[in-house]
């Protein structure tokens, strides 16, 4: 079986490619995560966003609007 057929879903993002999955730039990344409203975690000197935390932050913005 081959396995390069099966797109691989990432499950972490970088902060770059979180900023583009929420719409939003680098800085708002950043201040969210200093905020504590979108998960993160470091390895070494990368910041890192597990892809989940994109929904549930998505998640919680849209609450806090309603």
């Keep these: 079986m ?3 057929s099966t797109p ?3 499950r972490v993002l970088r902060v770059e490619e979180a900023a583009r999955a929420l719409g939003i730039g680098r800085s708002l990344v950043y201040d969210l995560i200093r905020s504590g ?11 890192l966003i597990p892809a989940a935390a994109i929904d549930e ?4 913005l849209t609450e806090e609007a309603a």
């Design 2 to 4: 081959d396995n390069t």
């Design 8 to 10: 691989i879903t990432p």
């Design 37 to 47: 409203r979108l998960r993160s975690f470091k390895v070494g000197s990368r910041r």
């Design 57 to 60: 932050t998505i998640a919680t």
